[in-house]
């Protein structure tokens, strides 16, 4: 999970039947003594005979909550046999669909219909209340009664004859056993979708004596309850099969009805649509507005850790919603067992996605981690036997949350790390910690560092961090794609005269750079002839040259295809130059054509030299205005320092307050400075959904950026595609200007036409 990580956080939908769908019945017989075991056979052997009496035996043991194995065991064989031998009669019989309509009762009720239509008939509501009573009980019924169950959903002349309440029932249920079937559930998804459709056809046309005459043809929406959708995308979301069509078909009858829909019905709809990736902005503002404006004070603690996932999953930002999940979780803090750890971290990372701090949710949570280290530390929770183990995964969630906006201190730091040793040594060591978490922690690392850079925060278990930082890596290395509109800043940043590196990883490896701009710049200095200077992340070296260092092996060169490096633009892309892909999606070759494709780019930094074809001199003021470009970014400039201590020293400056800020060098001797310009083209999931407010996430990405000594210039993607193409070249040149890099910028595009004409 991302950035939330709602993990096991998630909780069940409720069986149409009456059960909650937490309450599974018995532990496995612990409750057989209860009916005499004579009984019990005779309630086997009349249950095997027909359909019926099978059925409604299974739903009276749920409703009693009376799990007896030997009996359910061969209810299931039974069952599965019965079903295979019907489905082939099913589909030559008539009616049905009459028996779907019944209401609430949820089964033990449709003896009628079973028996018109004989008694080797499964029926809707058999299958229905069979299956959601192996649910409830928590018993598994087995792959050949699971199988039977969904090729009944499979075949359009069966499920036809189910009612919303049959349908809602027998997906949740075969959710809660956790069987997928994908013809299945892509059959309900459709069946859903086009009774829909008519239904609407149908009350629109003809009005509500229209819909009704339909009705026991097929259900209009007014058949179809809040609690049937809640369970329908339950059951898909917890079986993570895609549902687009059915989410978008239930979607209007939500906006419309959100009132009828209970507390645990919208939290287990939201978080089945965040599950799924399912988004619809004026859906999830019209239940934010509900539910900030008439809930609040009704929201169970599940449910205000499943909103907050689930809108910070699908970034969608509502802060008024937020402000009231997280005083209501900070409510049940006073209550002794009611917020776990789970629905906390929920909670803490959730906001933390979105960059919000609420110093009350902080609070409460620092207050917990202290209880739970005393407690760990053998001096007591101070809070009486409430003191909740935290898990591996909590943990880290936790300090991730807490690291995206700056409320874990290094008390809390060490406090979470010492819980993460003990929780990771209680499952085997370092080894078995998921991917994910190690991601989590290192992350929060980076972050809880870049805003203590003066003190040593605490390693936890040996090799936990070095682990982490493995994978952090890895996952940066691996995880390399270029995208269109990455390609296409490229390609304008060469048309401006500036050579670009796409997917540079800084120097430690933890981050990628969209695009990376590295100029030399001749400055005066003091050095002698054979001191070193600074280069690469304020590393010095003797005369280097930018264009011939090395570059790193996963950087992808702007002016590079084909395995040949060339300069500028080509022919092709001078006449057309916003064609900035070939047909196959690469990279076209640039060639460098002399002067004359520099200068109009000069003119848009505001620095071209003189038009005349001929090299300029200094009667001309073309080699002038060079140097004039030149000094008056030299004058504004001076090297980023990048190394460990220079960071430590400029924790509260910015790379570009250190780029214009520092110091004129004391004596004029000409030599060359490396600066490093991050272009980055930030897509969609750099953004709140709704408000294009950047994440939590890009703002400290950003930081740390800086940190190492790149100036960051960020293209939004919204900006780059609200312009025309034609306009991009002085849009992009604007967002140089607008982050200080501007004259910088021409010095180097004018130094480098200079190289090129002399």
């Known amino acids: 999970m991302n950035a939330a990580a709602g993990g096991d956080g998630h909780e069940d939908g409720d069986g149409d039947g009456g059960v909650s769908g937490g309450d599974r019945g018995g532990?496995?017989?612990?409750?057989?003594?209860?009916?005499?075991?004579?009984?019990?056979?005779?309630?086997?052997?009349?249950?095997?005979?027909?359909?019926?009496?099978l059925s409604n035996l299974l739903w009276a043991l749920a409703k009693l909550g009376y799990r007896h194995d030997a009996l359910l065991g061969a209810a299931a064989a039974q069952a599965a046999r019965q079903m295979a031998d019907s489905r082939v009669g099913a589909a030559h019989g008539a009616g049905g669909a009459a028996e779907g309509v019944r209401g609430a009762g949820g089964g033990g009720c449709g003896g009628a219909d079973d028996r018109s239509q004989g008694p080797?008939?499964?029926s809707s509501q058999s299958v229905s209340n069979s299956t959601w009573a192996f649910a409830t009980l928590g018993a598994q019924p087995g792959g050949e009664y699971l199988e039977q169950v969904c090729r009944h959903l499979?075949?359009?002349?069966?499920?036809?004859r189910f009612s919303w309440q049959h349908i809602a029932n027998t997906v949740w249920a075969l959710a809660t056993l956790q069987h997928h079937d994908a013809e299945a559930m892509e059959a309900v998804e459709q069946e859903v979708a086009a009774r829909l459709a008519k239904a609407n056809t149908t009350e629109a046309e003809g009005g509500p004596d229209g819909a009704v005459s339909h009705r026991r043809e097929l259900p209009s929406t007014s058949g179809l309850r809040s609690q049937h959708i809640a369970?329908?995308?339950?059951?898909?979301g917890t079986l993570e099969h895609p549902a687009p069509v059915l989410f978008f078909a239930v979607r209007p009858i939500m906006e419309r009805r959100v009132a009828e829909f209970s507390e645990q019905e919208l939290s287990n709809s939201v978080w089945a649509a965040a599950r799924l990736a399912l988004y619809d902005r004026q859906l999830m503002d019209v239940i934010g507005d509900h539910i900030s404006a008439a809930r609040l004070p009704y929201l169970l603690p599940q449910h205000v850790a499943n909103l907050a996932w689930a809108y910070s999953r699908l970034t969608h930002a509502h802060r008024a919603l937020f402000d009231g999940l997280v005083a209501r979780?900070?409510?049940?803090?006073?209550?002794?067992?009611?917020?776990?750890?789970?629905?906390?971290?929920?909670?803490?990372s959730s906001a933390g996605v979105f960059g919000w701090r609420y110093p009350a949710l902080v609070d409460v949570t620092e207050r917990r981690l202290a209880a739970c280290y005393r407690c760990y530390c053998g001096g007591g929770g101070g809070g009486g036997g409430d003191v909740q183990p935290l898990y591996a995964q909590q943990a880290c969630n936790l300090a991730w949350g807490l690291s995206l906006v700056g409320s874990c201190s290094p008390r809390t730091w060490g406090q979470l790390m010492e819980l993460l040793?003990?929780?990771?040594?209680?499952?085997g060591g370092v080894e078995e910690l998921p991917p994910e978490a190690l991601t989590q922690i290192y992350q929060a690392y980076l972050n809880v560092r870049l805003d203590n850079p003066t003190v040593t925060l605490?390693?936890?278990?040996?090799?936990?961090?070095?682990?982490?930082?493995?994978?952090?890596?890895?996952?940066?290395a691996r995880g390399i794609q270029v995208s269109a509109f990455q390609k296409q800043v490229s390609h304008t940043l060469l048309r401006l005269g500036l050579r670009n590196q796409m997917e540079r990883l800084t120097?430690?490896?933890?981050?990628?750079?969209?695009?990376a701009v590295e100029v030399e710049v001749e400055v005066d200095g003091d050095a002698d002839e054979g001191e070193e200077r600074p280069a690469g992340d304020g590393r010095w070296q003797q005369q280097p040259q930018l264009l011939e260092r090395p570059q790193r092996q996963l950087g992808v060169m702007a002016s590079e295809h084909l395995g040949e490096v060339h300069d500028w633009i080509t022919p092709a892309q001078k006449q057309n130059p916003y064609d900035c892909t070939s047909r196959d999606d690469t990279i076209t070759t640039p060639e460098f054509h002399g002067a004359s494709m520099v200068t109009p780019h000069l003119s848009l930094l505001g620095a071209a030299p003189d038009k005349s074809p001929s090299p300029p001199t200094a009667k001309t003021g073309g080699a002038d205005a060079v140097e004039a470009a030149t000094a008056t970014a030299i004058t504004a400039a001076a090297p980023i320092p990048a190394t460990d201590s220079d960071a430590a020293t400029t924790a509260n400056t910015t790379a570009r307050a250190r780029l214009l800020g520092a110091s004129a060098p004391s004596r004029r001797r000409c030599r060359s400075r490396l600066f490093r310009v991050a272009v980055e083209a930030d897509g969609p999931g750099h953004y709140t959904a709704n408000t294009r407010q950047p994440l939590g996430m890009g703002l400290y990405r950003r930081r740390c950026l800086e940190e190492r000594g790149w100036v960051v210039v960020t293209v939004a993607y919204w900006r780059w595609y609200e312009v025309s193409p034609a306009k991009r070249d002085l849009l992009l040149t604007e967002l140089l200007r607008e982050a200080g890099v501007g004259e910088l910028l021409t010095a180097a595009v004018a130094a480098e036409y200079r190289r090129r004409v002399d």
């Open 27 to 53: 532990g496995g017989g612990g409750q057989e003594g209860l009916i005499p075991d004579r009984l019990l056979r005779k309630c086997c052997e009349r249950a095997l005979a027909t359909m019926q009496n």
């Open 120 to 122: 080797s008939h499964w």
């Open 154 to 160: 499979a075949r359009r002349s069966l499920l036809s």
């Open 231 to 236: 369970n329908l995308l339950w059951g898909y």
């Open 329 to 348: 979780a900070v409510s049940y803090t006073s209550t002794p067992g009611a917020l776990t750890w789970q629905h906390l971290t929920n909670v803490c």
């Open 421 to 427: 040793g003990v929780a990771v040594e209680a499952q």
């Open 458 to 476: 605490a390693a936890g278990v040996p090799g936990l961090l070095h682990r982490g930082a493995q994978v952090w890596r890895t996952n940066n």
């Open 507 to 515: 120097d430690d490896g933890h981050f990628s750079i969209d695009m």
